[in-house]
């Protein structure tokens, strides 16, 4: 059974893998502000995911 906490985690990891076809698809040449942009959504979900993870974490400590 797949907890609320875990599936934060999944949406993470798909955000993220968009994020990072989004920023090779994109040159800094071409349009800096909307690469930079897609750096920091990057950061803030690299940032959540972390998060989310020290809270699977500790839940599963938790249950032992």
């Known amino acids: 059974m ?3 906490l875990e599936m934060h985690i999944m ?3 798909i955000i993220g893998a968009i994020l990072l076809f989004s920023i090779s ?3 800094p040449n071409q ?3 909307l690469f930079l942009f897609l ?3 990057a ?3 690299i940032v959540y995911l972390c998060i989310a993870s020290i809270y699977v974490w500790k839940d599963y400590k938790n249950k032992q």
């Open 2 to 4: 797949i907890t609320k």
């Open 11 to 13: 949406i993470g990891l």
């Open 25 to 27: 698809s994109v040159s």
């Open 31 to 33: 349009n800096f502000s």
């Open 39 to 41: 750096v920091i959504l």
């Open 43 to 45: 950061v803030l979900n």
